[in-house]
Every structure is written in C-alpha cells, then in structure tokens.
C-alpha cells in the first residue's frame, strides 16, 4: 500500500445540487426555476450539447404551461427531498466528512422578489444540514447552481438588471442567519465562467430574446451584476458567521498548446487566461486588463454602479473551488482538426487521451497539474469540488454494479491529488461530482451516471427510485478509511 500525505483534515466526500437531484419541484411553495425548463431531448445526440441544452423564449412557454415531469426530468430528479436521510446514511456509511449540496433559491424565495422567505423551504434544508452534522458531515453549500427563480428571467432578464443582485443579497443574508450554527463552507456561483456557454441556466439571459450584436455585452453586464453579489455575499458571510468560509467556484477547462509552435504555446495561454479571468476577479478583487482592453477593442459597455469596483475589490474569496472533468487542446488549425466535446465547451482532440462516452477527455495529470498551476497564481486553499466519470452502469443479474472504469478514473484523480500534496500544494478536500446517480446537467439524461450509489431509475422516469452500493461505494469507503492511502 503506497503511504499517500493526504492532511488529517482533509474533507473527503461527494457533490450534488438541489435542481439535479431534489425533485418536488413544486412542493412546499417552492418557485419554477430554470431547471424546471430544461426539457430532455430523445433525439438529439447526447454528444451535440447545443441541440440537448440551447433554451429559447418558445421553450420557457412551453415548459411554463405544463406540469410534465417525464419531459422535463430535473422536475423529479432522484427525489433526494423525500428520501435524503436514506441518502445521508449512505454517504456517512462511505465515510464522508463533507458533502456538498446547493441551495435551491425558490425554495426560500420562489419567485425571487417575495418580501418573507419561504419557512418551508428554510425548514427543509434546516433538517437537511442538521441530519448531515448528527452523521458527522459538514455541508457544503453552493448559493447559486444553476437554478435561479424564472420570474427573474421573465421580469428582469436574469442577472442582466441590477436589481437581481440585491434580491441575491437578500436571499444569501436570511440563509446565512438562519444557518449560521450550521454551515461554515460556502460557495457563491457554480461554474461562474460558464455564462457564455449556457447563459440561460447561469444568468438567466435568454439569448434569442436580444439582437445578436447585443448579446456578448448583456452577458458581461450580467456576470458583472454576480461579481458584485459575489463579493456582497462573501461581505455579508464574513459579518453573520465570523468563522466562515467563502469560496469561488470555476471550471478549470485547462488547455494545452497542441505541440511546441510557439503560436499555438500563445493561443493555449490565452485560452488559460481566458479561464482565469472569472477566478482572478474573485480573488484579486479586479478586473484583468486584457478584459478591459477587449471591452473597448469591441465597443461592450459595461455599467458599474458608483462603489462597485471597491466592493469587488475589498471582499475576495477565502479559497478557490474548482471543477475538473478534463483538459482541453488549443491550436492554430483548430478548424481543420477532429474535436471533442465535454462540458458544453469544444477542443482539439488530445491523441494521449482516452475519451468517455461522452467524448470527456480524461487527463488525469491535467488534475496535477491544474492543482500546480492554480496556487501558484492564487495561493489560497484550493478545493476540488467536481470531477467525475459520466458513464453508463450495467446492472448485473444478481442486481450489482462493477463499474471498475469509474473506480479506474478515480483512483488515478486520487493519486494525481496526492501527488500535488507531495508538490507542497494546500487542498482542503475532494468532492466528487454526483456521488449518487442523478440527471445530468446538459443532457437531462439519467443514463449518464456519476455516482458510487445506483438509483433505479431511466431516461423516461421509469423505475422504482431504489438506491443501491456499487462497487465504487466499497472502494471509496476503502479509500476514505485508510485517508487516500489504500487506492
Ligand atoms: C458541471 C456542473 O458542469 O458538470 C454540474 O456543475 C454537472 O451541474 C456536471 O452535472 C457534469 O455535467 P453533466 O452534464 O454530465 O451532468
């Protein structure tokens, strides 16, 4: 057994969010969120992320009309709002010490502009975050994933009008107060680079509603309006629970140059850079100037309130999270070459790689060396808070599941953050994406599973909900036990 170094404290456990996995869409007062539009699409090829996941102004109709949960599986997710105690046993069996979860915003303010919250959806993480400290698991907890209350997209057109934020702020000041005895873990946007890639399921921009020649400049105006909740949020955590932390939340789409042509080496820096640039505000506290130099190079505009740079500046995060599911290549032929998605984004193909089903390179290095990379710019705790195999499971006669691909891609992520700890690098903990099965994020499928617990359950919502261990459960629990020394 190899002695891996990983810290006594070191936070082992999994990632979820409420719109993938709670269901009861609207229950107990809960609000329709953009989760609740995105509707499962049969034909589409799972791999052309665009067909899945693009949401127009006709769609939101569509899905506002009707109380379909088939079509629209984030409705009925696995259903972890009735059975997450059940779930929480599982988890705590594996041995998890943190797990992360997210808040679903309409549960507390359903259509996001309510003068009191919600005491039923207050009461229900309240249990949820008290069941995980009884089982010794410290929560996690995104404030934004993916879910905002669709009222503000058809009444403010998302995070593109100011007052989005406030109500943001109000929203994030009553969970914290409310949760302050519970929760010390937070993180503001999921994926806040993401705005460009799905806005509607970020900011709630529904693109076809605004000229094409307006859009880039709504959506920077947009994320804006969240760097500036962001840092009210982390403001407002920092006066409520003193002894809390606030974290960033990105996904490392670390790229590659596509061999050492120095004009390929430039291209795969920006594209770096690029990726940096949501991250850099959060921590720096500013603007990046090459921002500032394409704002005025494209004529965008971005209006910022008297105060706003100064508000972004003084309340940076406390550590920096991250998502990591696979690198990407950039290349001066990029037209000319095969490509790979992954993560609603597209690059060159990686020869040194294999690929998913779902054409995800895994690069397991790129962990080690994104861990590198990112503290060596930051120098705050870094947290992975994402990363995961999306496969399909084949259940064997006798009921079980040997999904050793998964155990394979974990084993070699874990060993790629052991090693990163031998390279002197500060990581607070490791939260694999969908511990339990639950929808996808783009695709809205069921059949593309993350987790180390099964649930019977398909693409059509047929099945009985019934969660059980595959072998990666045993494997993890093994993992976790011995502090990431049995991999
Ligand atoms: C991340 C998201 O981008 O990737 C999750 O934060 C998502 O919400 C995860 O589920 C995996 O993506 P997908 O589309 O395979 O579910």
Redesign the pocket.
Known sequence: MRKNNFPEEFLWGGAT?AN?CEGAWNEDGKGMSVADCSNYKPKADPKDYKAQHGITAADIEKAMKTDDVMQYPKRHGIDFYHHYKEDLDLFAEMGFKVLRVSIAWTRIFPNGIEDQPNEKGLTFYESLFSEMKKRGIEPLVTLH??EMPLYLVNHYDGWYQRPVTDLFVKYCKVVFKRYKNLVKYWLTF??ID?VFRHPFTTIGVVTDRYPKEKQEEIIYQALHHQFVGSALATKYLHEIIPDAKMGCMV?RTLTYPENCNPKNCLLALKDNRNNYFYSDVQVFGEYPVFIKNYWKKENIHIHMEPGDEEIIKCYTVDFVSF?Y?MSMVSSIDAAKKEKVNG?LSQGVKNPFLDITE?NWQVDPTGLHYALIDMYDRYRRPLFIV?N?L?SKDVLQPDGSIIDDDRIDYFRQHTQAIADAIDDGIDIMGYTP??CIDMV????CQMS?R?GFIYVDLDDENRGTYNRSRKKSFYWYKKVIASNGDDL
Do not use: D, I
């Open positions: 969010a993938q994933h993916y999921n994926e993401s996904t998502s599911y993560n779902w994402e995961g999306g994406w969908g996808s994020m783009s695709t593309k993350y």
